[in-house]
C-alpha cells in the first residue's frame, strides 16, 4: 500500500465509524496529535474517534485536496461535519450542526501510517455549538479561577435558606462529578420549593449553593435518584474530601430596581413594581 493509498485508508475507516480500521493503518510505533488530544500512540485513536461519533453519530470527513509532498507524506485539506445529537463533552446535545476545516499532514512509511498531524481551530466546534470559551489561568496568587453552572425555578421567591455542598475531587472524576451535579439539579427542579442553584467548579474543588424558600426543604435530596447514585459513589471511591452545611439568611436586604423612564432605583416590593415617578418598573430579577 503507497502513501496516497495509507490516507485514503484512514479517512475512509473514519467515515465508516470503524476504529479497528482507523488502528489498522498506523505503523505499529505509529503516532497522532492535534489541538486537543497532544501526541498520542495510533492505537489511542480508535478511544477520541469513538468520543467524537457518539456526539456526532453522522459525522463524515470530505476530503477537499490531497497532495503528495515527498518522503512518503501526504498533505490533506479535509472538512468535518456532523450534527450534535449526541452528548459533548458531557454536555447534552444541542442538536447544531458544524462543518469544521482543517487539514492532515500524514507520514507513511512500509508498515502504515507513522504520523498523523492535525490542524485545526480548536475554538471551532465548541463555538459552532453555541458553547462559551473561557480563557483564564488556574490561579494567580491567593485567586482561583474556574467556571459555574445556574439552574433556576423562576420563582420570585425570597429564599428561606442555603444548602452548601463542598466537594474536592482530582483528575478524571471531575467529569463524573460535574454529570450526577446536572443530573441531580435536573431534578431538583421537580421538588417543592427550590429556588434555584448554582454549581462552581474551580480546579480540583467543586461548590454547590442552592436555594430553598424553607430549611426543611432540602431533606428532599435524600429521595433524588441522581443524589443517592452520588453518594453512593461518594462512599466508594469518588472524591478526596467533601462537608455540607445548611445555611439560614438573618436577613435579605431590599432588591433594589432602576426605573428605565428615570433612571432611579426603587424598592420593587414596597412600591408593588412601579416607580415614584409613576412609570411601571422593569420585571424584577429572580434572587437566586
Known amino acids: 500500500m503507497n502513501s496516497r493509498q495509507s490516507a485514503e485508508a484512514y479517512f475512509a475507516a473514519w467515515n465508516d465509524h470503524d476504529g479497528d480500521a482507523i488502528t489498522a493503518t498506523f505503523a505499529p510505533e505509529g503516532t497522532y496529535e492535534d489541538p486537543t488530544t497532544g501526541r498520542i500512540p495510533g492505537a489511542g485513536v480508535a478511544a477520541t474517534a469513538q468520543q467524537l461519533w457518539q456526539a456526532f453519530p453522522d459525522l463524515a470527513f470530505e476530503v477537499i485536496s490531497e497532495e503528495e509532498a ?7 485539506e479535509w472538512l468535518m461535519t456532523g ?15 458544524i462543518a469544521l476545516p482543517g487539514a492532515d499532514f500524514i507520514d507513511c512509511g512500509p508498515d502504515g501510517i507513522n504520523s498523523v498531524r492535525g490542524y485545526f481551530d480548536s475554538r471551532g466546534v465548541p463555538a459552532q455549538l453555541g458553547l462559551q470559551i473561557v480563557v483564564q489561568p488556574d490561579a494567580i496568587g491567593p485567586f482561583t479561577f474556574g467556571t459555574s453552572t445556574a439552574v433556576q425555578a423562576g420563582k420570585a ?3 428561606g435558606a442555603f444548602s452548601i455542598t463542598t466537594l474536592f475531587s482530582h483528575g478524571e472524576q471531575t467529569e463524573e462529578i460535574k454529570d450526577l451535579s446536572r443530573e441531580t439539579a435536573t431534578e431538583m427542579l421537580g421538588m417543592e420549593g427550590f429556588i434555584g442553584i448554582e454549581m462552581i467548579r474551580q480546579g480540583g474543588r467543586g ?30 471511591d469518588l472524591g478526596d474530601a ?5 445555611w439560614v439568611p438573618e436577613h435579605i436586604n431590599t432588591l ?24 411601571a418598573l422593569p420585571e424584577r430579577p429572580t434572587y437566586f
Request: glycine content about 10%; some cysteine; hydrophobic content about 25%.
Open 70 to 76: 515527498g518522503d512518503g507524506r501526504i498533505v490533506a
Open 83 to 97: 450534527t450534535n445529537s449526541g452528548p459533548f463533552q458531557g454536555l447534552p446535545p444541542t442538536g447544531r450542526s
Open 157 to 159: 421567591t425570597r429564599p
Open 207 to 236: 461548590v454547590t449553593v442552592t436555594a430553598w424558600e424553607k430549611p426543611e426543604q432540602a431533606r428532599q435530596l435524600m429521595t433524588s435518584p441522581s443524589h443517592k447514585q452520588a453518594m453512593q459513589r461518594f462512599w466508594s
Open 242 to 246: 467533601a462537608y455540607t452545611s445548611l
Open 256 to 279: 433594589w430596581v432602576r426605573c428605565t423612564a428615570c433612571g432611579k432605583m426603587s424598592d420593587y416590593e414596597k412600591l408593588e413594581g412601579n416607580c415614584g415617578c409613576g412609570e
